[in-house]
T-cell receptor
Framework: GENVEQHPSTLSVQEGDSAVIKCTYS??????FPWYKQELGKRPQLIID?????GEKKDQRIAVTLNKTAKHFSLHITETQPEDSAVYFC???????????FGTGTRLKVLA | NAGVTQTPKFQVLKTGQSMTLQCAQD?????MSWYRQDPGMGLRLIHY???????DQGEVPNGYNVSRSTTEDFPLRLLSAAPSQTSVYFC?????????????FGQGTRLTVV
């Protein structure tokens, strides 16, 4: 069935450094790729998304890149800050389907 | 605009007890779903609904029932709770399947089965 693999499971960076989280999806028909941030004890919330007709999208310090050929997409956070510390989930969704397939999450720690 | 509202936030059950987790959304979303979140396993889909009167199973449906009598509500029932159902449960909704839009999550229910 559909599967999304996410790496790494944990990531520690120094404040100000960049962080990169990578996901690979199995269903070549997937065309929507959101990223969610979940702070401790809170609900997941969308931080950025990308559709399959776009290769890259930026929003201030965060960006997402998509390689459809490799079925691979990544989240990039630049100039990390302590408030970026959270669990990040990638997801994939196909056309005409309702199901989001989530990755297993990456716990990001930004060290001050 | 309340978004997606889940109740209760915390619950402790004894093995064999039954209970219903409530989920309501006020955004007129077609699609609603239930996930469970366990350490290291991400968000796993339990059941989902594409509209009132229509439900289907996700990847981990055993031990759970759902119904969708209205667009707004999508309760999750545990018929006979087991310790393996100890988890954090999230309800989510999204607008429809034609236009890819974000999933909005409820605040979660932390369930412990002893």
């Amino acid at each position: 069935g559909e599967n999304v693999e996410q790496h790494p499971s944990t990531l520690s960076v120094q404040e100000g450094d960049s962080a990169v989280i990578k996901c690979t999806y199995s269903d070549s028909a997937s065309n929507y790729f959101p990223w969610y941030k979940q702070e401790l004890g809170k609900r997941p919330q969308l931080i950025i998304d990308i559709r399959s007709n776009v290769g890259e999208k930026k929003d201030q310090r965060i960006a997402v890149t998509l390689n459809k050929t490799a079925k691979h997409f990544s989240l990039h956070i630049t100039e990390t800050q302590p408030e970026d510390s959270a669990v990040y989930f990638c997801a994939a969704r196909g056309p005409g389907t309702y199901k989001y397939i989530f990755g297993t999450g990456t716990r990001l720690k930004v060290l001050a | 605009n309340a978004g997606v509202t889940q109740t209760p936030k915390f619950q402790v059950l004894k093995t064999g007890q039954s209970m219903t987790l409530q989920c309501a959304q006020d955004m007129n979303h077609e699609y609603m779903s239930w996930y469970r979140q366990d350490p290291g396993m991400g968000l796993r889909l339990i059941h989902y609904s594409v509209g009132a009167g229509i439900t289907d199973q996700g990847e981990v449906p055993n031990g759970y029932n759902v119904s969708r009598s209205t667009t707004e509500d999508f309760p999750l029932r545990l018929l006979s709770a087991a310790p393996s159902q100890t988890s954090v449960y999230f309800c989510a909704s999204s607008r429809d399947r034609v236009r890819n839009t974000e999933a909005f999550f409820g605040q979660g229910t932390r369930l412990t089965v002893v």
